[in-house]
């Protein structure tokens, strides 16, 4: 399991200071809030891919991928820490329990979960993965 933390937040642009895994919700990060997901669906072999070490976390492994460009890239370098499933949580993207439990129950060998069209919360005109 890897949780991807290594955009460059160009939009975000560490406003407030932090990165946009760590915005508070409710008194709890959006990074805290997925691994906490994750836990209670007893998943503990989870890294952390970032570049930023303020996101490194006590009781998880940690990942710094080379500088990228691209999303796939990120994934890519993780490519020596694959093992025979891998499932990918973006950071920076709030979870519901359901949402997490329908992608850690699903076995196909790949999926990608997301949004095909525009969003009706931050009005982008184009699909996003998740």
């Not at 919700?25 to 891919?49: A, G, M």
């Not at 990120?74 to 949580?89: M, Y």
């Not at 950071?91 to 999926?111: H, R």
């Amino acid at each position: 399991m890897f949780i991807l933390c290594a955009g460059g937040s160009s939009k975000w642009g560490y406003y407030l200071g932090i990165p946009k895994p760590l915005i508070q919700i409710n008194k709890e990060t959006l990074l805290h809030r997925t691994l906490r997901l994750l836990k209670k669906q007893k998943v503990s072999d989870v890294t952390i891919v970032a570049t930023d070490p303020i996101l490194e976390q006590k009781g998880y492994s940690f990942f710094k991928p080379p500088a990228s460009r691209w999303f796939v890239e990120t994934v890519l370098s993780t490519e020596p820490l694959w093992e025979e499933q891998n499932i990918f949580l973006m950071g920076d993207v709030f979870y519901t329990p359901e949402a997490v439990k329908t992608i850690l129950e699903s076995s196909e060998k790949l999926k990608f979960f997301g949004r095909p069209g525009k969003s009706l919360h931050s009005h982008k005109a184009h699909g996003e993965v998740f």
